[in-house]
């Protein structure tokens, strides 16, 4: 079995097996190569499904190198990005637009490993869309979590309160619960633990855009 053979039976199964996951689970997954790089061309590779693929020229995102003439100029290096999420793919679709000609790297093989390493632009970029990703994720949870919450009754709030939950009331939520209503403290209580414990300024967009009642708004506010 030669290296490329052993790779696609560990390394790269295991990324597909992750992407599997994700799709499932509406996780976000992403690998890079170089957009040459055989391993694109293997059966586990090109049968894939269900994937965003973006190309960028790393000359748009800052790689330099000097030249054998000692002139500093980009370097084209495309790398190919797959991933399940689309705006991390349009984020890091850039096609070059040099007008200039780049510094070959045939035959070097010692700059061209450190330039495996991602430049600042190229982590800047990723790192947005990233965020981004997350904030979509977190919108959708946040939803499903209203809709839940919205559908609550009083025997669902009992439950609630009877899974080992008791807690020592404290002075402020004696004073929320005496100025919004008791119902209103619970409500914004579940949401918050739901969502993942947002800051007050998310967890009261997310309710008035819910169009939640003006009590819980308040509640959460403060």
Not at 81 to 90: D, H, N, P
Not at 169 to 175: H, L, Q, R, S
Request: charged share 40%; glycine share 6%.
């Amino acid at each position: 079995m030669d290296e490329r053979d052993q790779e696609e039976k560990s390394h790269l199964k295991l990324v597909r097996e992750v992407f599997d996951i994700g799709g499932h689970e509406d996780i976000p997954a992403g690998m890079e190569h170089p957009a040459l790089a055989a391993s694109w061309e293997t059966e586990t590779m090109k049968t894939m499904k269900g994937y965003y693929e973006a190309i960028c020229h790393r000359c748009r995102i800052g790689l330099e190198a000097v030249d054998d003439e000692g002139r500093r100029g980009k370097v084209k290096k495309p790398t190919k990005i797959r991933t399940k999420s689309r705006g991390v793919a349009e984020a890091l679709d850039l096609p070059c637009l040099c007008k200039e000609k780049h510094v070959q790297m045939m035959g070097r093989g010692k700059e061209l490993k450190e330039m495996q390493n991602y430049e600042e632009g190229f982590v800047k970029i990723l790192a947005q869309a990233i965020y981004n990703e997350m904030e979509k994720q977190w919108q959708k949870r946040e939803m499903c979590a209203i809709m839940v919450a919205e559908e609550m009754n009083d025997n669902e709030v009992k439950e609630e309160e009877d899974k080992g939950k008791k807690k020592k009331v404290t002075e402020e939520e004696m004073k929320m619960a005496k100025d919004h209503g008791a119902e209103a403290l619970k409500v914004v209580a579940k949401l918050h633990r739901q969502l993942g414990h947002p800051h007050n300024d998310k967890l009261v967009a997310a309710l008035r855009d819910a169009k939640m009642h003006e009590k819980i708004i308040e509640c959460a506010r403060t």
